[in-house]
C-alpha cells in the first residue's frame, strides 16, 4: 500500500480547512472498509484518480455521528456505523426500508465499521475498474473495456462511456425515501436532494456523485414518511451473504384503498446511479396494485438496453420489482 | 478417524457445491488477465450458503491396498455436481451440463426449450 498520513479532524470547518490546504489527494476516512481496504489496498489508480497521500478522519467529529429519530426530517449523521442505524429501534419502526436495506449489505465486520456516508459514496465494483491493469475512463484512461469484456454484472440502464452498476444499498434506500444530504465544502454548506445527487457517466465519468474534491457529505435527512406507507427491500445476490447486488429494488408508496396512491420505486445493481422506476410507477398510478403490478413492472424492460453478457438481469429486474411491490403490500 | 472422515467429506460437498453453483475463475479474453483474483468476485460458497452435510459413513474395506483403506480427499468432490444438474433437470426440465449453473445458463436453457 502507498504510505499516507493521517490527519485527524475535531471539527467539520476543520477537516474543510484540512482538505483545501492539502490539496486533491487528500480524500476525507469513514470506517476504511473500501477506501483503504480496498481502492488503497489494490492500488486501484489512473491519471485521474490519484491514490490518496493523505486521509482527513471524519469519525473524529463528534457532530458527524448520531441518529434523530424523533426530528422531522429524520436526520443521521455521515460517519453513524452501520449497525447502530440496524440495531435503532425508533429508525427500524420508523424507517424500515433503511435497516433492512443496510442489514443486507457486506457482512457483520463490515457492517461494524462501515459508515453511512462512506457506503452511500463508495467507489464502484467493476472489475475492469478495479483491476490494476486496467486503465479505463473512470480512472482517466480512454478506454472501457467492459463494452467488449466480460460485462455480465454491468448496467442494463444509463451506462453511457462508463457501464457500472451503483454498488450501494443505502443509497437506493434512501433514494425511494427522497432523503437529502447535507454537503460542506470550502464554498460552505448547502442541501442537496438525493434525486440531484448521484451523476452518471456522461455528467463526470470519474465521480459518481455531485461532490467536488473538497466537499463532504455530513448528514442524510429523510422526511418522516406518511402515516401508512408501505415499504420493502430485496437485494438479489448470487451469494446469501458478502455479495453486492445483481439487482436490487426499493419501495416506498402510499396506498388509496388499494390503488398506488404516490411513491418510489427505485433500483440497484442496474445503472450507474441509484436507479428510480418512473415507467413503472406510472404505470401504477391510480390503479389496483395487485392487478396492475405484473404490467407496470414488466415495464422496465421498455428502458432496459443490456449489453451483451447481462440481458439476464432484465427479467430478474421485472420480477424482483413485482416480488418487492407485493412483498411491502403484505406488510 | 471417523470425525477427520466426516469433515473431509463435508468438506469436499461444499467445494464442490461452490464449484457447480458460483465458482469460476474468469480471463478477460482481450486481454488474458484474471478478471475476479479475489473472494469478493470469485465466489466461493459463503457460511450462510453452505449445507449442513448429513454424514453416513458405509464401511467397506478396499479389496487391495493397505489395511483396506479408502482414500477420502477426492472422492466427495465428484458427486455433488451431477446430483444438482439432476435436480434442476427434476425440476424445470432443462440439463445445464456446465458448471457453474449460473442464472443465465438456466434463463437461456428454459428459453431455448
Known sequence: MKAFQLHDANSVQEAVSLLGQLGPTAKVLGGGTDLVGGIMKDWVQGKGMPLPD????????????????????????????????????????????????????????????????????????????????????????DFCYSVTGDNRYHAIIGGELCYIVHPSDTATALLALN?????????????????????????????????????????????????????????????LVYDFALVSVAVAFTMDGNNWKDGRITLGGVAPVPYRAKVVE?????????????????????????????????????????????????? | NPFALEQQ???????????????????????????????????????KDAPLADVILVEHPKEYGVFGAHGIGEPPMALPAPAIANAIYNALGVWITEPPFTREKIQAALKGA
Open chain 1, 54 to 141: 493523505h486521509l482527513v478522519d471524519l469519525t473524529t467529529i463528534k457532530d458527524l455521528n448520531g441518529i434523530n429519530a424523533s426530528a422531522d426530517p429524520i436526520t443521521i449523521g455521515a460517519t453513524t456505523i452501520l449497525s447502530e442505524i440496524i440495531e435503532h429501534k425508533d429508525l427500524q419502526t420508523k424507517l424500515p426500508l433503511l435497516t433492512e436495506a443496510a442489514k443486507t449489505i457486506a457482512s457483520p465486520d463490515i457492517r461494524n465499521m462501515g459508515t453511512l456516508g462512506g457506503n452511500i459514496n463508495q467507489r464502484p465494483r467493476c472489475w475492469f475498474f478495479r483491476g490494476e491493469n486496467f486503465n479505463c475512463y473512470k480512472k482517466g484512461g
Open chain 1, 179 to 239: 432523503a437529502q444530504a447535507k454537503v460542506v465544502g470550502s464554498g460552505g454548506e448547502k442541501t442537496i436532494a438525493f434525486d440531484d445527487y448521484f451523476a452518471g457517466p456522461r455528467v463526470d465519468v470519474l465521480r459518481e456523485n455531485v461532490l467536488k474534491p473538497d466537499e463532504f457529505m455530513t448528514h442524510v435527512m429523510i422526511p418522516a414518511p406518511a402515516q401508512g406507507t408501505k415499504m420493502a427491500w430485496t437485494k438479489l445476490k448470487d451469494r
Open chain 1, 282 to 331: 406510472d404505470a401504477l398510478k391510480g390503479k389496483d396494485v395487485k392487478a396492475t403490478i405484473k404490467q407496470a413492472s414488466g415495464q422496465i424492460k421498455t428502458v432496459a438496453r443490456p449489453m451483451s453478457n447481462n440481458a439476464y438481469k432484465v427479467d430478474l429486474a421485472a420480477g424482483l420489482i413485482e416480488r418487492t411491490v407485493l412483498q411491502a403490500l403484505g406488510s
Open chain 2, 9 to 47: 467429506i463435508e468438506g469436499g460437498v461444499v467445494m464442490a457445491m461452490g464449484a457447480a453453483l458460483t465458482e469460476e475463475m474468469l480471463i478477460d479474453k482481450a486481454t488474458g488477465l484474471p478478471l475476479n483474483g479475489n473472494l469478493l468476485d470469485y465466489k466461493p460458497l459463503s457460511i
